[in-house]
């Protein structure tokens, strides 16, 4: 019973190593690559006042940005 149990182990960490050797295959189940945030283009809106404020005025700060639109 303990060569039966002790074959299977030794299977499973052959397999496990066997397919950790051969790398990855992401793209097999459909993966795509991460790709990292690019900067947002420079821009300026007006605000309420009419004072045109531009994106880089924020530089280093968190901005959270709300669009609302009717169609």
Known sequence: MNTV????LAAVLAFATAASAAGHDF????????????PAPAFALPDLDGKTTKLEDFRGKVLLLFYWATW
């Open 5 to 8: 149990i002790g074959l299977a």
């Open 27 to 38: 793209a097999a189940v459909g993966f795509q690559p991460y790709d990292p945030p690019k």
